[in-house]
């Protein structure tokens, strides 16, 4: 058993909230991610397809119909998590290769490969997918600021002012 010393992710996570803003890892700052995610387009897939690896097969272990499925599914997934906000801080990282290794772990895990399934965790964990990776990644989601502006700017109804609030009170008769 290890024996002193700090252990990878060990202690609270980072918390942009925190009273305390004179540790030195706090200079490098938070980065806020959209909340409505990445815009645009996922881009060109960046891994070999199941159908090429297939080819370097010989003819009795092949399976075509199943290499297809697998190209399938991994661009359903592929298309689908580069939309999240997390997939803008990959792009600017050029993590292309990187979250295409954790999409075809995810595709594996969901074949029921459970190497791939603990994989797809361990990649989840360095890619921001999970809260505590976010923390430790001082990424945080943010809304549109601009459409926060917008609807902050737009006028506050009308109230009544104090005097329209003063009734006239009369008193009773002869006193």
Known sequence: MPRGGARV????????KALRRDR??????WISL??????????AWPLSKWRDLEKA????ER????AKILDARELVIWRQIWKTPQAAQWEKLGWK??????????????QGNMRAASEARQWSDRLGLTQMAMLRNRWRIVEDEVGAKRSAAAPA????????RLHVVRS???H
Request: proline share 16%; charged share 30%; hydrophobic share 25%.
């Open 9 to 16: 992710n060990s202690g609270p996570p980072p918390d942009a």
């Open 24 to 29: 030195p890892a706090d200079k490098e700052g």
């Open 34 to 43: 959209p909340s409505e995610g990445r815009k645009g387009n996922a881009p």
């Open 57 to 60: 097969k010989t003819p009795e």
């Open 63 to 66: 399976d075509d119909a199943a």
């Open 97 to 110: 290769h990187d979250v295409g290794l954790y999409v075809r772990m995810m595709v594996g895990a969901e």
């Open 157 to 164: 109804p009308a109230r009544p002012s104090s005097r329209d």
């Open 172 to 174: 009773g008769t002869g």
